[in-house]
């Protein structure tokens, strides 16, 4: 759909800052007449402007692109670490869950004593965690290892996936707002992202308050689709109505 195409395009300007109209016809496989009229209606939304051969992107510090994951392990470890204690109260014995990839998860194995479970995951950092617990049954998805992010991506992951019906998905983001949901910053993560919360039956956001009124690159998850989410300070008003409105359980740690 053409409306989807131009809200890519412009996270794809927001995120490369400034682009040509070849890289555009490139990356979106349209032709130049396209990518113009895109562009035409992108520059109503005040957000890109024109330069000489192609556009860049306006400064807006609510954009957020991916950190690297030895620096994000370091931010916020605290609240993090209660955010996992948390969201494991949440899991029963014999349950089916996916812990995603992201430093706001990778503890929460910490917290799930000796609960029978079975953990869906392509973290490598999860994994590594779960070989020391004999209780949990661990299905470690293989693919290409993303260093960035400590994850397996690829084709091969989002296929294993398609055949699991997970009970309960713990997920991470870049960033949430209402307007675009739960966003992600990595490409290789999004398509991955995006069938869990397909073939999940509960969906739990788990994020610190840095998160909230922050987006990124692409848009995995509308946050209507998620029916907890488990963070370290209370959301601002908007986000506590559409909680309300929208039936979602709300933890603070």
Do not use: W
């Not at 306006?58 to 994000?72: A, G, K, V």
């Not at 661990?138 to 400590?150: A, D, F, P, Q, V």
């Not at 946050?223 to 929208?246: G, K, M, R, W």
């Amino acid at each position: 759909m053409r409306t989807e195409r131009i809200d890519q395009v412009e996270e794809y300007i927001l995120t490369n800052k400034t682009v040509t109209i070849d890289q555009l016809c490139e990356a979106f496989k349209v032709s130049k007449n396209t990518i113009r009229r895109d562009i035409g209606q992108l520059l109503d939304r005040g957000r890109i402007k024109k330069v000489y051969g192609g556009v860049t992107a306006l400064p807006d510090s609510s954009l957020m692109t991916l950190t690297p994951y030895s620096l994000r392990n370091t931010s916020f470890e605290h609240e993090k670490d209660l955010i996992c204690r948390q969201a494991a109260s949440f899991i029963e014995d014999n349950d089916l869950i996916y812990i995603d990839t992201g430093t706001t998860s990778q503890n929460l194995i910490d917290y799930l004593g000796n609960k029978k479970c079975t953990i869906i995951t392509n973290s490598l950092q999860v994994a590594l965690k779960a070989v020391n617990y004999p209780n949990i049954t661990l299905i470690s998805l293989s693919g290409k290892l993303k260093r960035e992010t400590l994850s397996f991506v690829g084709s091969t992951v989002e296929e294993a996936l398609k055949t699991y019906n997970i009970g309960k998905a713990f997920l991470c983001c870049t960033g949430v707002t209402i307007e675009n949901g739960l966003t992600n910053a990595s490409m290789d993560e999004y398509q991955i992202k995006k069938i869990v919360v397909e073939n999940s039956q509960y969906r739990y956001l788990l994020a610190d308050h840095t998160k909230f009124g922050k987006f990124s690159l692409m848009t995995y998850s509308p946050l209507s689709a998620v029916e907890h989410v488990i963070t370290d300070q209370t959301p601002p008003n908007d986000y506590l109505n559409f909680f309300n409105t929208h039936d979602i359980n709300l933890r603070i740690t």
